[in-house]
């Protein structure tokens, strides 16, 4: 059975924008932490956001970060289009690049980035995809610099990780119910396409899996690869279900002797 629903990206972005607060368990607080977490240290000044979707993430950041410089990367025109509309009070503070994740991304950075983040866009990449990009943050933060990433993730035990799955279906349900019908064509798209992720993980769980689709690996290999990538004070700082925030410092340059 194809496991790649090759549209879901650019039909989605509309519906994204309007139903990710609703239907995507503790959407707002978990963004909430991972923004607590980049401000403990001080506001970063250069922000860069891997997969940034409609740019919810980004508006709230550069709401509490007045000062700071936005960069928004995604591979989706559509998701670009949503971005702009939502991002165009920030016009001259925030940079477009329309970029895979597996492309040479680092390249279109003028500089070093004080802080990455990413939400749930990680995971549609296999291992090696995943390490490479964890690796390639590694390399264009400057030294302090934190990575996070807010993403859809396993956990130790089979039973736990079924769970989660479990507990995302029953909250859409319950959530559908409670619609305003202002957006309800909005809602129905959503469930169309749950339907999709539904049977890809829930139905056909343990079946194989290619690029794209939801490759939910464990937080603690991928803390591993982050530590591997060269980042230290890795830590799973928050955790939710199915949704884990993982991250890492990259080591402050070492003074010359």
Same mark, same amino acid.
């Given at each position: 059975?194809?496991?790649?629903?090759?549209?879901?990206?650019?039909?989605?972005?509309?519906?994204?924008?309007?139903?990710?607060?609703?239907?995507?368990?503790?959407?707002?607080?978990?963004?909430?932490?991972?923004?607590?977490?980049?401000?403990?240290?001080?506001?970063?000044?250069?922000?860069?956001?891997?997969?940034?979707? @409609?740019?919810? %993430?980004?508006?709230?950041?550069?709401?509490?970060?007045?000062?700071?410089?936005?960069?928004?990367?995604?591979?989706?025109?559509?998701?670009?289009?949503?971005?702009?509309?939502?991002?165009?009070?920030?016009?001259d503070r925030?940079?477009?690049?329309?970029?895979?994740?597996?492309?040479?991304?680092?390249?279109?950075?003028?500089?070093?980035?004080?802080?990455?983040?990413?939400? @749930?866009?990680?995971?549609?990449?296999?291992?090696?995809?995943?390490?490479?990009?964890?690796?390639?943050? %590694?390399?264009?933060?400057?030294?302090?610099?934190? %990575?996070f990433n807010?993403?859809?993730?396993?956990?130790?035990?089979?039973?736990?990780?079924?769970?989660?799955?479990?507990?995302?279906?029953?909250?859409?349900?319950? @959530?559908?119910?409670?619609?305003?019908?202002?957006?309800?064509?909005?809602?129905?798209?959503?469930?169309?396409?749950?339907?999709?992720?539904?049977?890809?993980?829930?139905?056909?769980?343990?079946?194989?899996?290619?690029?794209?689709?939801d490759i939910?690996? $464990?937080?603690?290999?991928?803390?591993?690869?982050?530590?591997?990538? $060269? %980042?230290?004070?890795?830590?799973?700082?928050?955790?939710?279900?199915?949704?884990?925030?993982?991250?890492?410092?990259?080591?402050?340059?070492?003074?010359?002797?």
């Open positions: 059975m194809p496991q790649i629903d090759n549209d879901r990206f650019e039909s989605m972005a509309e519906c994204y924008d309007h139903m990710a607060p609703r239907f995507v368990p503790r959407y707002d607080a978990l963004q909430d932490e991972v923004i607590a977490l980049l401000l403990a240290e001080g506001q970063p000044q250069y922000l860069l956001e891997l997969g940034a979707g @409609s740019g919810i %993430f980004l508006e709230k950041t550069l709401k509490a970060c007045p000062s700071a410089h936005a960069v928004w990367l995604d591979a989706s025109e559509d998701f670009e289009r949503v971005a702009r509309r939502r991002l165009a009070p920030f016009a925030v940079e477009f690049i329309l970029c895979s994740l597996t492309d040479d991304w680092p390249a279109r950075l003028r500089q070093p980035a004080d802080a990455i983040c990413s939400q @749930s866009a990680i995971h549609h990449l296999e291992s090696e995809g995943k390490r490479s990009v964890y690796r390639r943050c %590694f390399e264009v933060l400057r030294p302090g610099g934190w %990575f807010l993403d859809e993730m396993s956990t130790l035990y089979d039973d736990a990780y079924r769970r989660t799955l479990a507990y995302w279906v029953t909250h859409v349900e319950r @959530s559908s119910r409670d619609v305003p019908e202002s957006l309800a064509l909005y809602a129905r798209a959503w469930n169309e396409k749950f339907d999709g992720w539904k049977k890809r993980n829930v139905e056909n769980i343990g079946q194989p899996k290619q690029p794209g689709d939910h690996e $464990g937080y603690v290999p991928q803390m591993r690869w982050l530590h591997e990538a $060269g %980042f230290v004070n890795v830590d799973l700082f928050v955790k939710f279900q199915l949704w884990s925030a993982i991250g890492g410092q990259k080591p402050l340059a070492q003074a010359a002797p």
